[in-house]
């Protein structure tokens, strides 16, 4: 008896308000795994959508799934 063995994987993705409403959705990790939403929960389920699509799509091409290694540290400027 097979049994498939899911593999979790967790990306770090960043939401940018856009100037004319919805949001633009994208993981660093992923170059070029882009998306966009009306609002914040539309984004979310497109970009996890398009997470799923890239890594499906190395794993079709027989390339490694990329691993996670950002730093992510806010920056304060004083002017």
């Known amino acids: 008896m097979n ?4 593999t979790i994987h967790n990306y770090t993705v960043i939401f940018e308000l856009e100037p004319d409403g919805g949001y633009h959705a994208f993981c ?6 882009h998306s966009q ?9 497109n970009i996890t959508e398009a ?11 027989g390339e490694s799934i990329p691993e996670e290694n950002l730093i992510i540290k ?5 002017l």
Do not use: H, M, Q, W
């Open 37 to 45: 939403g009306d609002n914040f929960e539309e984004a979310l389920a």
């Open 51 to 61: 997470i799923e699509l890239y890594l499906e799509s190395l794993i079709e091409d």
């Open 28 to 33: 660093p990790t992923l170059k070029g795994c």
């Open 3 to 6: 049994k498939t063995v899911n």
């Open 74 to 78: 806010p920056v304060r400027i004083s």
